[in-house]
């Protein structure tokens, strides 16, 4: 599986926007760049998901560079509630059924 | 909005007993999951389930594991001979027809084997 490196944590103030980095150089044409969130003492959200172009959702946006060789998840306005683990996982859709693989992810901390 | 539902929340089990997770994935969805997580540690993957089925496994999916989706809503996880390191919380996931499309995850059943 193509690998994701993300910083291990992060911090933002209330109502800023984050932006979370994602680094994948070794991507390949077939995968897609999802991104999943966990909330404390809850299971796993998803969030956003995108192949080429920048995607909008009502939760957050995703930029994806020109290579595809990084991408970033947009929270334009961060809450309190924002404070999660945020995962980007590579999920190749030639493979059918390829499942959704978590690596460690970025911690984000909201300040209010 | 649709729901994975997960029970029970909390299970307190012995050693060696068996322990049986209930899932209800979302009505139309066609894919399942269970995953765990270790206090601290990742989000494991176990097993996939599709068309009445495994799909896939992972490693720590071994013979005391099974999965059953017996009557077309519930999906479950069972464990027939716990052991102190199943503690764990277990999720269950699903997800439509879309090959890309996002899991929906459950709240997760907290597992502790005494």
């Known amino acids: 599986d193509a690998k994701t490196t993300q910083p291990n944590s992060m911090e933002s103030n209330e109502e800023e926007p984050v932006h979370l980095p994602c680094n994948h150089s070794?991507?390949?044409?077939?995968?897609?760049i999802h991104w999943y969130r966990q909330l404390p003492s809850q299971g796993p959200e998803y969030v956003i998901h995108g192949l080429t172009s920048n995607v909008n959702n009502r939760m957050a946006s995703l930029a994806i560079a020109e290579d595809r060789k990084s991408s970033t998840l947009i929270l334009h306005r961060a809450t309190l509630r924002d404070a999660a683990v945020y995962y980007c996982?590579?999920?190749?859709?030639?493979?059918?059924?390829?499942?959704?693989?978590f690596g460690t992810g970025t911690k984000l901390q909201v300040i209010p | 909005e649709p729901e994975v539902t997960q029970t029970p929340s909390h299970q307190v089990t012995q050693m060696g007993q068996e322990v049986i997770l209930r899932c209800v994935p979302i009505?139309?969805?066609?894919?399942f999951y269970w995953y765990r997580q270790i206090l601290g540690q990742k989000v494991e993957f176990l097993v996939s389930f599709y068309n009445n089925e495994i799909s896939e496994k992972s490693e720590i999916f071994d013979d005391q594991f099974s999965v059953e989706r017996p009557d077309g809503s519930n999906f479950t996880l069972k464990i027939r001979s716990t052991k102190l390191e199943d503690s764990a919380m277990y999720f269950c996931?699903?997800?439509?027809?879309?090959?890309?499309?996002?899991?929906?995850f459950g709240s997760g059943t907290r597992l502790t084997v005494v």
């Open positions: 996931a699903s997800r439509g027809d879309r090959v890309v499309g996002g899991y929906t």
């Open positions: 070794t991507i390949s044409g077939t995968d897609y």
């Open positions: 009505s139309n969805h066609l894919y």
């Open positions: 996982i590579l999920r190749d859709w030639a493979g059918g059924y390829q499942k959704v693989t």
